[in-house]
């Protein structure tokens, strides 16, 4: 099928319509195209229902809708006629569609209701605003049920057992006692996250829990209490067997023999059950839990005889028979009893949640799914709901549909088949997505949902089928290599080889050599003082030397090697933004952004939780913990010597060794004596002022006033690179949202808000805060670090895989075992996992099926990393010092490479490109426009001459000293070495006996420096000194030359312009003016 064919299938507005379609096909595209399809149809805008997997997705479907319609409404009718022809509207209805396509804008625009583009979740939302009041779902807040809550919930939880003692108590104590706090929790808290699994499996009423473990029971083939070992040791002629058995070892002289008929007699001997079957195990089995090898042999004969021998084969071989398949039974009784306590005291835990939830109107995202299933299913509502639905909506379009889960499926699914056949009121529905691409398992995202749903619609909606496996993204060399990776992948079931579109578009697949550890030196074996001498240990080196391979080749593509722009279809230098280094695990990252740092690339990296780690964070959270409790000493020091506030060493070995009870303290005695620096003299008040706001204002509020009083950004800005900049005003911007979006603001104190950011400081990526987000206008030219679950959905021409031989999977005991097909309304089974030797053989399919369904998605996570790329692909690692089953996304892409004949670990060869300039981060990223010829809005000021200088600098030695500054120090603008001479000056000025009341503050009532005032002709006038004395003002200007009567009418009109603006100011009061000159002179004028 031509790639145009397809298009007028998949936008037929009147076929419902399902497409798979490989990455880099343009789904977005054909969803969005679809959209105008219908509208041109004359679909009403509020009859569309789309619904796409993220917010994100969302947000970009509405963002092209918007700009295709804006160029449908404004664009030449070229461009339009072209718009439709590549949508597939016939080129005989183009004339027509085109006036329809003029005023779609407005249509969609001034539509009421509007078009609808949403999560499945902002969908199901919506549904329960709108419910019945019946359903008492009214007036629920929308909320995430985070560690938080469910800390609080536990305990009350706890407590109420310890108050109850009934059953679900019994359950809690049996698993606390058995598997311990941590796991206990765990356990409860995975089965509240899947309630609405649990819900659909075991029911809502006080009763679930015993269908479940009924259900369970019979799967597993076990009572409600254990009997396989007391059966096994009430059976006597087991017994007796066993009595034989131990009869004929203690004949042998064999130390094994004699060991084992020893553990025999003690099992005979012990009281216990348990412990005697335990011991009955011991003598018969290996540590594997495998049969020991007994078999017949001449010495055995020479031993016992020939009779003999052959009977303790026999009763060997018997015994041991009985006992494993005991031990197997008794793990299903193990399990099921872990199970049994679990759904006890789950269902107590889940009912505790619900009900706290409930008395605050909460509900998060699991609720909204289960209350609309409910509605759905429920006779009594569900005419009203869908009557809603079908009133509402005629065309569905379902974008990613790949990351759907059971349950979702379910609510759709109870919709869709509500429609008798054939009904002309049934919507049309437009599936898009790609199985491959399905990497959300953890999040309960089930792809086979997507087959189930198209043999649906299939069957019920005459839904057109059809595959897309042409990608305009990726270039040829790099689908040669993805077609051979998962072609013959036998777990990659279905894969059909993909073609690219971009014929031209040069390509290349690079496989970098692993990094092994060195050869270590041998370690000297002497006894060593632990105490003094630390343990000698040999440094892995590999993931730094990984790094250090990804910054050099980094280096030498950057400005070398050519990449087609995307925009214009043309070869350019290779940029930094243009790559894009992704990864599986986010704990390996730092060590690659050292790298990057110490070479001076700029990048982005998106980290999870890590806002409060920050550096930003940390300053801000020292400030805010000081203005709370002053007597913190180390948070003041931590706040002084931020940016924020900008003290060095000195400013804080000045406060160190003041006398003062605590640092706040002596900061503003330091300030109120004169002794404090500029820096803390501004710091003192700054605190002063924001500590007095904290009493009564909000802490979003009071972060405002801080950032605007305290020019935080700036501040920032002029402590850090200019490539840090955007990650620093992201993570401020983050901080004072973090401050609003905590309980919508709510916190009545600062106290409150602190605690909050201890508890989130402690708590898992998953609930703490993420750093700030760089917007891409922001991002400048810097390399994008991602996880592969980040990437999804983005493209750059440059991809490079880190740790792509890692096959490291933690063990996931202590977990939830569910298995829901996807054809049926409920799931098959639902248990918990305990420790592996416990889980018994008769989950052993489901448990392999969970495996081979994690395996799938691992190659999906390579399909994902391998198809961001548009031109080339690297993959790098470690070489592995564990043996591992497993094969790695590296062997994978090797076995590729050398299947394709290309040697050296490549494949395909960039372009070549001159050499070209390195791009900066700090170069301007357009053209600046040339200046504009305005005419000039005042007069350069002259550069100061070596008698202005002095005279500035003298100014400034005499505000430093009358304003009280310290002695030993010169002020800001004077160098240290010339202090001596200035300080010599101003003294004379201020010491002179006449000037000395000037100076005095038990002589005037108040003073004031460098004062300004504002003249009629818009200039600003400065008085050096304004002294208020009992008998009037005084207004002093200083001079440093000598007095000289060429300039003395000049310094008279000054002076007359000075007492006017203070007489203004004062009226009645005397004003009287002043020149004091160097060496103590002055003149009355």
């Not at 108050?163 to 049996?174: F, H, I, V």
């Not at 009594?380 to 990613?400: G, M, N, V």
Request: aromatic share 8%.
């Amino acid at each position: 099928m031509s790639g145009m064919d397809l298009v007028r299938q998949a936008l037929d507005p009147r076929q419902s319509v399902v497409v798979e379609a490989c990455a880099g096909s343009g789904k977005t595209w054909l969803l969005v195209s679809r959209i105008l399809r219908l509208l041109l149809d004359g679909a009403a805008p509020g009859e569309i229902l789309a619904i796409t997997y993220t917010r994100k997705a969302a947000r970009e479907i509405e963002e092209r809708l918007s700009d295709w319609l804006r160029l449908l409404a404004v664009g030449s009718d070229a461009e339009v006629c072209d718009f439709l022809l590549q949508r597939a509207v016939p080129a005989e209805e183009v004339g027509a569609a085109m006036v329809r396509a003029r005023s779609l804008c407005e249509r969609v625009l001034s539509a009421q209701p509007p078009l609808t583009v949403s999560t499945f979740h902002g969908w199901f939302a919506r549904l329960v605003q709108g419910a019945p009041l019946s359903s008492d779902l009214a007036g629920f807040a929308l909320h995430e049920s985070g560690t938080r809550l469910k800390d609080e919930v536990w305990l009350l939880f706890a407590a109420a057992c310890a108050r109850r003692g009934d059953a679900a108590a019994s359950s809690l104590l049996w698993l606390l006692q058995r598997v311990g706090l941590e796991t206990t929790r765990q356990l409860l808290f995975s089965l509240s996250d899947r309630r609405a699994e649990w819900h659909a499996y075991a029911g809502e009423d006080g009763t679930a829990a015993v269908r479940a473990l009924d259900g369970l029971r019979e799967f597993l083939g076990v009572g409600e209490a254990p009997a396989a070992v007391d059966g096994l040791l009430a059976d006597e002629l087991f017994m007796r067997k066993l009595h034989e058995y131990a009869g004929i070892l203690r004949r042998s002289d064999v130390d094994r023999d004699l060991q084992a008929a020893a553990t025999l007699e003690s099992a005979f001997a012990a009281t216990e059950g348990e412990t005697r079957f335990d011991l009955i195990a011991r003598a018969l089995l290996t540590k594997e839990g495998t049969l020991r090898k007994r078999e017949a042999s001449k010495k055995a004969e020479r031993r016992f005889g020939a009779d003999t021998a052959a009977r303790l084969v026999e009763l060997h071989a018997r015994l041991g028979e009985r006992v494993l398949g005991t031990l197997g039974v008794r793990r299903e009784e193990q399990a099921y009893e872990l199970n049994t306590h679990v759904f006890v005291a789950g269902a107590a835990w889940m009912e505790a949640l619900e009900q706290y939830k409930r008395e605050r109107r909460l509900m998060d995202f699991a609720d909204l799914e289960w209350h609309v299933s409910r509605m759905l299913a429920d006779e009594s509502r569900a005419a009203f709901l869908q009557a809603r639905l079908d009133a509402r909506y005629r065309h569905i379009l379902l974008d990613e549909f790949q990351d759907t889960n059971p349950l979702q499926w379910r609510i759709l699914l109870a919709w869709l088949a509500a429609y008798g056949a054939p009904d002309a009121a049934r919507p049309r529905v437009f599936v898009v997505g790609d199985p491959k691409q399905s990497i959300y398992r953890f999040r309960r995202a089930e792809p086979r949902v997507f087959d189930c749903a198209a043999e649906f619609l299939q069957a019920e909606h005459g839904a057109r089928m059809l595959a897309n496996d042409t990608t305009r993204r990726n270039a040829p060399r790099l689908i040669e290599v993805v077609n051979r990776v998962f072609a013959d992948e036998p777990q990659f079931a279905h894969f059909r080889p993909h073609r690219s579109l971009s014929e031209t578009l040069p390509g290349r697949v690079e496989l970098l050599p692993l990094c092994a550890r060195e050869a270590a030196e041998a370690l000297p074996k002497r006894l060593r003082d632990p105490l003094a001498s630390p343990q000698p240990v040999a440094e892995d080196g590999r993931r730094r030397e990984e790094a250090a391979l990804l910054v050099k080749r980094i280096g030498d593509i950057v400005g070398r090697w050519a990449v087609v722009d995307q925009d214009s279809g043309q070869a350019r230098p290779a940029r930094y933004g243009d790559i894009m280094v992704l990864t599986r695990r986010r704990s390996i990252l730092p060590e690659f952004e050292r790298a990057l740092r110490a070479a001076g690339i700029p990048y982005l990296s998106t980290g999870r939780g890590g806002l409060l780690r920050t550096l930003e964070a940390l300053d801000l959270t020292a400030l805010l913990r000081c203005l709370v409790a002053t007597a913190d000493d180390l948070a003041l020091a931590h706040a002084l010597r931020s940016p924020a506030l900008g003290a060095d060493d000195e400013d804080l070995l000045h406060l160190a060794g003041r006398g003062e009870a605590n640092w706040w303290q002596r900061l503003q005695a330091s300030a109120g004596d004169g002794t404090a620096s500029a820096v803390l003299a501004r710091a003192a008040r700054l605190l002063a002022g924001w500590r007095d706001a904290a009493a009564y204002l909000p802490v979003h509020d009071l972060l405002d006033r801080i950032y605007h009083e305290g020019d935080l950004v700036a501040c920032y800005y002029a402590a850090a690179p200019a490539a840090l900049w955007p990650g620093v005003a992201a993570n401020l911007e983050a901080f004072m949202a973090l401050a609003l979006r905590l309980d919508a603001g709510r916190y009545p104190s600062l106290p409150r808000f602190l605690d909050e950011l201890a508890r989130l400081g402690e708590a898992g990526d998953e609930e703490a805060p993420d750093e700030g987000t760089i917007h891409a206008a922001d991002a400048g030219d810097r390399v994008r670090i991602l996880t592969i679950h980040g990437a999804k959905g983005l493209e750059a021409p440059i991809v490079w895989l880190i740790d792509a031989h890692n096959t490291y999977q933690p063990p996931e005991a202590w977990s939830l075992l569910l298995d829901w097909p996807p054809e049926s309304t409920r799931p098959a089974h639902l248990s918990v996992l305990g420790r592996k030797d416990e889980c018994g053989a008769r989950r052993a399919a489901l448990i392999e099926a969970e495996a081979a369904f994690a395996a799938r998605e691992e190659l999906n996570l390579l399909y994902v990393a391998m198809t961001r790329a548009r031109q080339c692909f690297f993959a790098s690692g470690i070489a592995s010092e564990r043996g591992s089953t497993k094969t790695s996304f590296w062997e994978r892409i090797e076995a590729a490479l050398a299947s394709l004949g290309s040697g050296g670990g490549i494949h395909g060869e960039p372009p070549a490109q001159a050499e070209a300039p390195s791009p900066s981060v700090l170069a301007p990223s357009v053209a600046l426009p040339p200046p504009l010829a305005f005419p000039p809005a005042g007069r350069r000021r002259d550069a100061a001459s070596p008698g202005m200088t002095y005279g500035t600098r003298l100014h400034a030695a005499l505000d430093w000293l009358s304003s009280g500054g310290d002695d030993g120090r010169p002020p800001q603008g004077i160098p240290a070495a010339d202090w001596p001479v200035f300080r010599t000056a101003a003294r004379a000025i201020l010491d002179a006996p006449r000037l000395k009341p000037f100076f005095d503050p038990a002589a005037y009532r108040r003073a004031l420096n460098e004062v300004e005032f504002a003249l009629p002709d818009g200039s600003v006038g400065r008085i050096d000194r304004l002294v208020e004395m009992p008998d009037g003002f005084w207004v002093l200007d200083y001079k440093s030359g000598r007095p000289a009567a060429a300039l003395l009418e000049a310094y008279r009109a000054q002076m007359e312009v000075y007492r006017t603006a203070v007489g203004a100011l004062f009226p009645g009061r005397p004003v009287r003016s002043w020149l004091v000159f160097g060496e103590g002179e002055f003149m009355e004028i």
